[in-house]
């Protein structure tokens, strides 16, 4: 006779998720939106110069006071941008 499938028991609730679509809070900058996002065309990433192809996840970086020059960035390369701007800085 075949087993029947069973569910585990209801465990509770499950602890909150942040939203697929966050950036996580070692990507967020002042005076900037950082945002994960999975676009539905490619775009060029401005750290590498090398395509983010379309549905792939990636950071939108929207400078909070000029909005129409939101850039499409790598995760990775956007980490290395944060190193390299605001990393490296040393107060005298």
């Known amino acids: 006779m075949p087993r029947k499938n069973r569910r585990a ?5 499950q602890p909150l998720r942040m939203p ?3 950036a996580p809070v070692s990507a967020m900058v002042p005076g900037f939106d950082v ?6 065309k490619p775009y060029v990433c401005p750290g590498c110069d090398l395509e983010i192809r379309a549905s792939t996840w990636h950071y939108v970086v929207v400078p909070q006071e000029a909005p129409d020059d939101r850039r499409h960035w790598h995760q990775r390369c956007w980490e290395i941008e ?10 005298p």
């Open 9 to 13: 028991p209801d465990e509770g609730p």
């Open 20 to 22: 697929q679509s966050a």
């Open 35 to 40: 945002r994960r996002v999975s676009g539905d």
């Open 82 to 91: 944060l190193n390299r701007t605001r990393g490296r800085r040393r107060d």
